[in-house]
């Protein structure tokens, strides 16, 4: 139904009231989506915030290889010539379980082990480590992120959707039964 405007306002015989909305199938499938689409930004917001928690990461700074004659040390302090064992900088040089990466261990059984034994293995071109593994890696771990983001995720995020919706929920119902704003 069209309402007429008569002089820049609705006129008064023809304005529709919410219980009288309620019977229009239009209007229900609009409050319908309006409630799903309200439903869905709730749950963004929620898990945005959840996945921006803290949690645990490898601390490859504080780890430490451990050679089987007894010695350790901050695995990014050993040197050799052919460079660092562990670089900082790189993620996948200590996994989960207390492994390596390919380069890495090969660098950390040099280091552990004796170096008359290593002499001319790799100008012998085979490519297989000669030696078992004489180390072992304790794992650090350190926590990344803080509680601040998701809960600033969480207010920002609520505080903006309920004025939106909010808005909008009142826009509507002005242009559909001339409900003024406050």
């Known amino acids: 139904m069209c309402l007429p405007i008569i002089n820049g306002e609705m006129s008064l015989e023809n304005k529709m009231n919410e219980p009288e909305l309620e019977n229009k199938i239009w209007y229900r499938a609009v409050k319908t989506i309006y409630i799903l689409v309200y439903i869905l930004v709730v749950i963004v917001i929620l898990l945005w915030g959840y996945f921006s928690k803290p949690y645990q990461i490898i601390d490859v700074q504080t780890s430490k290889i451990i050679c089987n004659k007894g010695t350790s040390q901050n695995a990014p302090g050993y040197q050799q010539a052919s460079g660092t064992i562990l670089n900082p900088s790189s993620s996948d040089v ?16 040099k280091l552990c082990g004796d170096p008359a034994d290593w002499a001319g293995w790799e100008t012998a071109g085979n490519g297989a480590i000669p030696f078992p593994k004489n ?44 409900k003024k704003f406050f």
């Open 94 to 109: 200590i996994y989960e379980d207390g492994t390596l990466n390919n380069n890495s261990d090969l660098e950390a059984r």
């Open 135 to 178: 180390y072992s890696v304790q794992v650090a771990h350190k926590a990344s992120g803080s509680w601040t983001t998701p809960l600033q995720i969480w207010i920002i995020g609520f505080g903006i959707i309920f004025v939106l919706f909010e808005a909008v929920r009142r826009i509507f119902l002005y242009i559909v039964i001339g």
